[in-house]
């Protein structure tokens, strides 16, 4: 038997760290330890479906909570399903003891007290989760309101840029060299910035 775990973060602002601790300290071999940072949303996972085909019956999965396996009800409950009744193998989830697949085989009551606390879990998983996107999108109406914006500001252009930009482009014009890098000192700004607002800015005219 070899015991494996995943660990899953779906927002770039997320740490695995958490996740990657826990399993350290239930003593997983690093090299068995499977890990996703991008999103899920379509459960399109590389590690995730590098491990399922690695996962053998009797072996043990171990996750740090119930939704590390899917981003909702039927998808947290299908998943199990696979890694249980397919695959043959267990599941064992840190933040919920109760969710320990290895003690439950031999127990009819057992089984079905597993069974009941995981559909629990991954209806309150799922909500939770809907909650969260329902109180952002409302703190950003609220915010919108109030005239807060968001995203990158939108770069003004100065007369320093404007006179760089004319210098630069009559430069051309006659045939004369004068490198870009000189206009962008006239305005005042570094290179790269010039150049990305100069290519806006003649596409914009």
């Keep these: 038997m070899t015991t494996y775990a995943y660990a899953r973060v779906s927002a770039r602002d997320q740490h695995l760290a958490r996740q990657l601790n826990a399993f350290s300290e239930y003593g997983i071999d690093k090299k068995h330890i499977y890990a996703d940072k991008k999103s899920g949303k379509d459960f399109e996972r590389k590690a995730y479906e590098r491990l399922l085909k690695k996962l053998k019956h009797g072996d043990l999965l171990v996750i740090k909570s119930i939704d590390r396996l899917g981003r909702n009800y039927e998808q947290i409950i299908s998943e199990w399903s696979k890694i249980i009744n397919t695959l043959g193998a267990n599941i064992l989830v840190l933040d919920m003891p109760l969710l ?8 009819l009551i057992g089984k079905f007290i597993s069974d009941i606390v995981l559909q629990v879990l ?3 998983a799922e909500n939770e989760r809907a909650n969260i996107k329902a ?17 990158r500001p939108k770069f003004v252009y100065t007369d320093e840029f404007l006179s760089a930009v004319s210098v630069y482009e009559t430069a051309k014009l006659n045939g004369e060299k004068f490198a870009m890098r000189s206009a962008a000192a006239l305005a005042g700004m570094k290179l790269s910035a010039f150049h990305y607002h100069y290519r806006n800015y003649i596409a914009s005219r």
């Design 100 to 107: 320990d697949t290895r003690t439950k085989t031999d127990s």
């Design 122 to 124: 991954s209806f309150v």
């Design 135 to 151: 109180r952002q999108a409302e703190g950003i109406k609220a915010a919108k309101i109030k005239g807060i914006r968001f995203g």
